[in-house]
C-alpha cells in the first residue's frame, strides 16, 4: 500500500470516528441528563474502536511491506 493510500485511510478513519463521536452527542442531548455518563461510554468505546482499527491498519500495511514466512508452510 503506498504512503498515499495509508493516509488516505487514516483520514477516513479519523472522518468516521468524527461522525461516530458526532452522532452520539447529538442523541445524548435528545435524552435526559443521566445520559451523560453513558455519553462518556459510548464516546470512549468508540475512540477505543478506532485505536483498535488504526493498530490493524499500520499492522495489515507491515505485512503487505514485509511477509511473514512461517515455519509451518
Known amino acids: 500500500m503506498s504512503d498515499t493510500a495509508l493516509k488516505n485511510a487514516r483520514m477516513s478513519d ?7 463521536h458526532d452522532a452520539i452527542i447529538a442523541e445524548s442531548l435528545s435524552g435526559h ?3 451523560s455518563r453513558w455519553l462518556r ?4 468505546l468508540a475512540a477505543f474502536g478506532g485505536a483498535v482499527g488504526e493498530v490493524l ?3 495489515d500495511a507491515g505485512r503487505r511491506q514485509h511477509p511473514v514466512v512461517s515455519a509451518y508452510h
Do not use: F, N
Open 41 to 44: 461510554l459510548k464516546v470512549r
Open 14 to 20: 479519523e472522518l468516521e470516528r468524527t461522525l461516530i
Open 33 to 35: 441528563a443521566s445520559g
Open 57 to 59: 491498519h499500520d499492522m
